[in-house]
């Protein structure tokens, strides 16, 4: 299967702090991939490289095939918004605005028209179990409902890849597994190939596979538990 989502050999420091030395990653169309690791191995950082958001120094990202690490920030952030969705762990709702606001609100950014945006968000409200939320702010919601709000407007522009952040990092444990069902449920159907960066074993085993990145390179786990 060829990849999707990939990563060649990437390097980046911020200052004097090497956070990826040559770390290689993929994830093929539909995939569910875990990205686990240490605190501070660099998993956000391989996330933020492959979503476009952070550019490496050295090594490639493709999405589709295409380079994307050379492209202006004007282009990346179409990419982003064309192909990609999210979902982090805090503070990623917008306060001032609606649920429905919030998660209509790449649709907005696209250019779709304000009724029809608010109604496929209603859509995505009510299959997340969250009708009801609409009219509310962000401050309105429970933990576990203020993550499936973002799994929504993760979701709504039918992305190709989900990059979740410690989607659950900030819930129970058995919130956190109703987001990891409803986010699996969602990536499955639509095909959406999902970069998981979490902490906790039992989310990754929601994965497909595996990965562990250690001082900045990325390891299958199989060679992990191996020992090599
Ligand atoms: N914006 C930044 N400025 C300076 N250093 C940073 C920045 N972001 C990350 N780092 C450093 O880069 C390294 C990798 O960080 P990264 O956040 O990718 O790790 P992580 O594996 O996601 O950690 P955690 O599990 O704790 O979230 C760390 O040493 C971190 O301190």
Not at 44 to 57: D, Q, V, W
Not at 184 to 200: F, K, S
């Amino acid at each position: 299967m060829s990849a999707l989502i990939e990563a060649r050999d990437a390097v980046l420091s911020f200052g004097a702090t090497p956070a990826l030395r040559g770390a290689s990653f993929e994830a093929g169309p539909g995939e569910i991939v875990a990205v686990m690791g240490p605190s501070g191995s660099g998993k956000s950082t391989l996330l933020h490289c492959l979503a476009g958001i952070l550019t490496p120094e050295k090594g490639e990202i493709r999405f589709d095939g295409q380079r994307i690490d050379g492209l202006d920030e004007q282009a990346r952030s179409t990419l982003r918004r064309q192909h990609f969705g999210f979902v982090f762990q805090f503070g990623q709702l917008v306060p001032e605005l609606t649920v429905e606001e919030n998660v209509a609100l790449p649709l907005l950014l696209g250019g779709i028209r304000r009724a029809g945006a608010l109604r496929q968000a209603c859509g995505w409200l009510e299959r997340l179990g969250l009708e009801g939320t609409q009219g509310r702010r962000s401050g309105e919601l429970s933990g576990g409902q203020a993550q499936r709000v973002a799994l929504a407007r993760g979701m709504i522009n039918r992305p190709r890849v989900l990059f979740a952040d410690e989607p659950t990092g900030s819930l129970d444990s058995l919130t956190g597994e109703q987001v990891m069902d409803l986010m699996v449920a969602a990536a499955r159907e639509q095909g959406t190939t999902v970069v998981l960066v979490t902490h906790e074993p039992r989310v990754a085993m929601y994965a497909d596979r595996e990965v562990i990145v250690r001082d900045g390179t990325v390891h299958a786990l199989t060679a992990e538990r191996s020992g090599s």
